[in-house]
């Protein structure tokens, strides 16, 4: 039952992945831009974690909403502050931002608490159940239970609510949500909320189930998350949740095959080849683009 214990391996780490791709997939699917401030707020929602339990004293849950909390004010903050005025520019010049965002963010953390990595605080007892012959911890059925959790209450947001019927009017044409009376800036800020709320949860998870934390882990989770956001069709939301979970898994597998080395490896060999043979994601279609 190896590959049984691999697959759930892959599926605990590609719901993480998951939940970062969601915040890229759906800022592009909103304003066309390429968040990559993102990974640093999944970065941020792993602090805020890791101070809420051993600082603060918090369990597992308030310190998941305090985090989830504090990081949609700061995405939202991020939004207002470098993103609003770039909406008419170039894409180049809102990406080169969101890069210049993310910089700014590392080196601030930084510089406010040092480069030293820290030990996540052992919130919850690890234990293992025997599942078909393979061995499942308590953590992982934990990472599976919330992010499970957080992707259903998205959906419903998305598909039920009034804010998530703006987000999707505001997504096929900002312009005509603006005639019919749709508030576009507050949509667009909503958007950044929930995303970066999801990424905070993102990182509480990642610093539980990895134990420790650094201000430069966003980068590889954020890039891989990016890649799995693309794998699934950019700007489509199942088509995130899918792309995380194929690329945990086949990491995971990955490194099962004894080549642990190439791993991180093995999500941009997929970013390649996605973009070779179906650039759309496995759930987008191909569209014309008029000339």
Known sequence: MEWLQQLINGISLGSIYALIALGYTMVYGIIKLINFAHGEIFMIGAFIGYYSIAGWGLGFIPALLLSMASCAIIGVLIERIAYKRLRTATRIAALITAIGVSLLIQNGVIYMRGAQPEAY???????????????????????????????????????????????RAVSYDAEAAKLMGINVDNTISATFAIGSAL???????????????DPLMGIIPGLKAFVAAVLGGIGIIPGAMAGGLVLGVVETFVSALGFSLWRDAAAFVILILILIFKPSGLFGKNTREKV
């Open 199 to 213: 990424a905070g949860a993102a990182g509480v998870i990642f610093g539980i189930y990895y134990t420790k934390i």
């Open 121 to 167: 605080p052992e919130v919850l007892r690890n234990k293992s159940f025997d599942f078909f012959g393979a061995q499942i911890s308590s953590q992982s059925i934990l990472i599976l239970s919330v992010s499970i959790t957080l992707m259903i209450i998205l959906q419903f947001v998305v598909h039920k609510t009034k804010i998530g019927k703006a987000m």
